[in-house]
């Protein structure tokens, strides 16, 4: 692999990577950090990769990445999930039930197999079809509607009324 298929390949797959790092992690930035990380094992192990499973093996990269930043963040997650923002409202009481509405979102997405929530907040945040989806984590539409529907159905059940 040369420059030129390098640089191809960071402006065909950053994007995609990027996305698929923000739903597994939820934090921009760290989705925008850990990609360059990925190209930079890329770039170094390109004498070793073949040009047709290298999408596969970005995807793999990113995801072992992820996993092991979720792991280092599980304490610190739990802290700023509790952190209060010093935003000012008209009214306390709206004050206390949005932040109670976060924290319960954010919990039951923490909760949530992950399967399930990188699907539905591809879906709900990033507004992509289940087709759109279905390409980017190579699953069949059908997947993506059986994950959207148990994602569904977890929220349905934990909020214990109809989405």
């Given amino acids: ?3 030129d298929d390098f640089k191809s390949l960071f402006d065909q797959h950053y994007e995609g990577i990027k996305s698929f790092l923000y ?3 939820g934090d921009i930035e760290i989705a ?3 990609v360059q990380e ?13 040009l047709k499973t290298v999408k596969s093996f970005l995807f793999t990269i990113a995801n072992n990445m992820a996993i092991n930043h979720l792991k280092h963040r599980s304490i610190v997650f739990n802290f700023a999930r509790n952190e209060h923002h010093n935003e000012k409202v008209d009214s306390p009481h709206y004050e206390l039930e949005m932040k109670e509405f976060k ?3 954010e919990r039951l997405l923490a909760e949530m197999p992950e399967n399930y929530r990188v699907v539905f907040l591809m879906n709900r945040i990033d507004k992509l079809t289940y087709n759109e989806i279905a390409e980017r984590l190579e699953l069949s ?5 059986k994950r959207m529907s148990n994602a569904l159905s977890f929220l349905r059940e934990k909020l214990k009324h109809p989405i």
């Avoid at 539409?141 to 509607?145: F, G, L, R, S, Y």
């Fill in 103 to 105: 924290e319960n979102l």
């Fill in 23 to 25: 739903y597994k992690i």
């Fill in 1 to 3: 692999m040369n420059i």
């Fill in 32 to 34: 925008e950090d850990i």
């Fill in 38 to 50: 990925v190209f930079l094992k890329l770039w170094d192990k390109r004498a070793s990769i073949e």
């Fill in 141 to 145: 539409v059908k997947a993506i509607e």
